[in-house]
């Protein structure tokens, strides 16, 4: 009994010292929004991308590529077998919220008389760009219009970025994770998922009204402004130029017409609470070898509660000099 207990004590000594002793060493490489964390085993290769994107973003940097393509493993947000599905859960999810919600949750009801005038006009003049690509050109544009009275704010906020995206040129076929999805695709490598598709529906539905709320006013605002684009411009020129720091200020700027406990309550829910899970993940990942590469949007790796700085606070990843 006592030779058993030795031994098993030994084992969880053991055990714990190897997990304690993970280590890798954080490069910063010259590439576009490109790490990478050298392990004893290997080395995982981190791309900060943009979903939305345009022709500036290529071409990708060849050792970018080298490194996708000599990799045992790939990671994406959402894996290659579940993005189908996640785009008809999204479109689910829309059709209950504008329609099989309880009026308190329309957003009509909390828009000026102005809002919705701007709103219906840039949705209108959107369809019209747009309707034969769409397939609804059977369809009376006043039945499309009607058909968003009823729904929630987080609804009407993705139509409004898709159409503020679209008139500031950018698209989501040209952004950096459709690239790599579509090389993956050519290579024959299979995208794993750093999220399930709960996580990510998750997003979309599960902000707080508050939050949404705010989000369409703020983009409605600054749509009429000019302040939109002009923010969209900056930040893409951040990421165009590699510039860490600017974007990293960009994309944790607090300074919004909102309380403060709703705008961390959004942040937990869009970045770290994610970010937590990915640690698990990218540990998993230095302990198993090999070469690894995770192409997933920049904010995840920049700044106070990014991946990168969780795994330093675990005292797993260290900076080269």
């Known amino acids: 009994m006592k030779r058993f207990t030795f031994f098993y004590l030994f084992f969880v000594v053991l055990t714990f010292f190897s997990c304690s002793t993970l280590q890798a060493t954080l490069i910063e490489r010259e590439e576009r929004m490109f790490w990478e964390l050298q392990g004893p085993k290997g080395s995982v290769y981190v791309l900060g991308t943009m979903h939305l994107g345009n022709d500036e973003l290529y071409p990708i940097e060849q050792p970018v590529i080298e490194a996708f393509s000599s990799s045992d493993s790939i990671y994406a947000e959402v894996s290659d077998t579940d993005m189908t ?77 898709t159409i503020a995206s679209y008139q500031a040129g950018f698209s989501s076929e040209l952004g950096i994770d459709m690239y790599f999805f579509s090389l993956a695709t050519l290579l024959q490598k299979k995208v794993k998922g750093l999220d399930t598709i709960k996580t990510q529906i998750s997003v979309l539905v599960g902000m707080p009204y508050e939050y949404q709320l705010y989000s369409l006013k703020d983009t409605l605002k600054k749509m009429k402004t000019g302040e939109y684009e002009s923010e969209m411009e900056q930040l893409f020129s951040s990421y165009t130029n590699n510039d860490k720091k600017t974007l990293t200020e960009i994309l944790n700027d607090t300074n919004k017409e909102i309380d403060i406990a709703i705008l961390e309550e959004y942040r937990a829910l869009l970045l770290t609470n994610r970010n937590a899970n990915w640690v698990k993940i990218v540990k998993k990942l230095l302990k198993q070898g090999g070469n690894a590469f995770i192409f997933a949007g920049a904010g995840h790796f920049l700044g106070e509660k990014s991946v990168f700085d969780l795994l330093e606070k675990e005292g797993i990843l260290k900076q080269s000099n």
């Open 85 to 161: 599905e996640l785009s008809e859960q999204v479109k689910s999810k829309m059709f209950e919220s504008s329609y099989l919600v309880p009026p308190e949750r329309h957003a009509y009801q909390y828009l000026t008389e102005q809002e919705i005038e701007q709103f219906e006009d840039l949705y209108v003049r959107y369809l019209r760009d747009n309707m034969e690509a769409a397939k609804l050109q059977n369809i009376p544009i006043d039945v499309l219009k009607s058909s968003l009275k009823a729904a929630e704010p987080w609804v009407l906020s993705s139509v409004i970025d």
